[in-house]
């Protein structure tokens, strides 16, 4: 073998190498920008959550002004939720903390049979169950995403390409649900079936 045909192969070996890693490389970060968008998704319904409450609380507030602790509580609760976070852990533990509050709040209706048949209440609980059921959607989505991309991260041989580009883990986002029993579901016209499974989805 003369020395042309040496670097006419070693040229083409090297080529594929570069072919190879590029579709790698397209691959991580196509699996990255899926990510993005479906933490997008999981962040627009946790702002739509965030947009109920003020209304919900105003709303028991009118029934049930003497709870203060709990209504405060609530309120407290969605301030440390909208608040600028820089870790996703921080966002969870903040979310599934208003999440606890605002089981609280929500299970004071039984207290007050006026406040379980006002139309605004209902219309307003009717909307979270709405949203918290598309929250655990778009959070069971997104961790699959998340799933795929460190999956690629960890594997051989995409992990080499993944190491020198410098692709990083994500983390998964898990928060607690809110109780069904607390979120009745609208069935019919106006008729609310109760279902006690809340319970947390463990990573």
């Not at 309120?75 to 208003?98: C, F, G, K, P």
Request: hydrophobic fraction near 40%; charge should be neutral; include cysteine.
């Amino acid at each position: 073998m003369d020395y042309l045909s040496v670097i006419l192969i070693g040229g083409a070996f090297v080529g594929l190498l570069l072919l190879w890693s590029m579709g790698i490389h397209n691959g991580l970060v196509r699996s990255r920008n899926h990510c993005d968008e479906s933490w997008s998704g999981i962040d627009t319904e946790l702002k739509r959550r965030h947009e109920l409450i003020p209304n919900l609380v105003e709303v028991v507030r009118a029934y049930a002004a003497h709870e203060r602790g709990t209504l405060e509580a609530v309120v407290a609760a969605r301030a440390r939720a909208v608040r600028d976070h820089t870790e996703l852990a921080d966002i969870a533990n903040d979310e599934s903390y208003l999440v606890s509050r605002l089981g609280n709040l929500l299970a004071l209706v039984e207290s007050y049979p006026r406040l379980k048949t006002d139309m605004q209440f209902l219309k307003l609980q009717g909307e979270l169950a709405n949203t918290e059921n598309r929250i655990q959607t778009a959070r069971r989505y997104h961790n699959a995403n998340v799933r795929d991309l460190n999956n690629r991260i960890e594997s051989f041989p995409s992990n080499v390409v993944a190491r020198l580009c410098r692709f990083e883990l994500w983390p998964f986002f898990e928060i607690d649900n809110l109780p069904e029993r607390e979120v009745p579901r609208l069935s019919g016209d106006a008729v609310w079936k109760n279902h006690p499974v809340g319970q947390r989805h463990p990573r």
